[in-house]
């Protein structure tokens, strides 16, 4: 479990990251992209299970992380978030239908923001997959 926890965490990272430099490099794309979320039934259940992947990974990790508790509220708050979105699929479409028009003007912020989560995860993560669990 733990070495599928690091796995997908790296992922994450490795997906913060590249939607920051793609919302850096070309805005249009990436709002297309965010208005697909919670569009249709199955990719409200990816996303809720890309969720719960996350929030377990971070959860479990989270022991082993030096902002321990920083891992363990996000990972709780995408477990909880995710459960939320399966059982209530057309408030969270409707929602995003309200969100992502909204938020549309604010793409390169929002890449700058991912951006900057991606590098922190992934640096905060390197330690424990280069050395191992270290006690915080």
């Not at 399966?86 to 995003?96: G, Q, S, T, V």
Request: proline share 7%; with cysteine.
């Amino acid at each position: 479990m733990r070495a599928f926890a690091i796995i997908v965490t790296f992922g994450f990272a490795a997906y913060l990251i590249l939607l920051g430099l793609v919302a850096l490099a070309d805005p249009p794309r990436t709002f297309n992209f965010l208005r697909k979320f919670a569009q249709t039934r199955t990719a409200n259940a990816f996303e809720a299970a890309c969720r719960i992947a996350v929030g377990l990974s971070f959860v479990t990790l989270a022991q082993d992380l030096p902002i321990r508790l920083a891992f363990l509220i996000f990972g709780w708050v995408l477990i909880i978030s995710a459960i939320a979105m399966l059982a209530l699929p057309d408030l969270h479409r409707r929602f995003a239908d309200r969100a992502v028009p909204a938020v549309g003007r604010f793409i390169r912020p929002i890449g700058i923001v991912s951006l900057a989560a991606g590098c922190l995860i992934a640096i905060v993560l390197w330690p424990l997959i280069a050395f191992g669990p270290t006690p915080y």
